[in-house]
């Protein structure tokens, strides 16, 4: 798997799942990781940041700015708090970008 594809794992999906719903426990976290899972091994990293944006609007019991709000409040601190030890390592928020772009 290359780099890029790394820093949107399975366990990357998981920790946005558990970050997001400590943000808003109505958010089913374990459903919306196995969705999001369930062909992420296939795809390239645009399109993981697509499918696990697709899960988000999927999953969060919320639209629009409260939507924005959950995930806002769902994202650590820094980057070091996030685990990225490289620039790749940051893509994992970029479905929180791409959620809200669309």
Same mark, same amino acid.
């Given at each position: ?12 999906? &998981? ?16 459903? /919306? ?39 806002? &409040? ?13 620039? /790749? ?14």
């Amino acid at each position: 798997m290359a780099e890029k594809e790394h820093a949107l794992s399975e366990n990357r999906v &998981r920790r946005i799942g558990k970050e997001v719903h400590s943000a808003c426990p109505d958010f089913d976290a374990e459903k /919306f990781a196995r969705d999001v899972i369930g062909d992420l091994a296939r795809l390239a990293l645009k399109s993981r940041i697509s499918r696990t944006s697709q899960g988000l609007s999927t999953y969060l019991p919320f639209d629009g700015l409260e939507a924005v709000d959950v995930l806002l &409040r769902s994202l650590p601190s820094s980057p070091e708090e996030a685990g990225a030890t490289t620039d /790749f390592g940051l893509y994992i928020y970029a479905p929180h970008s791409h959620f809200v772009a669309q």
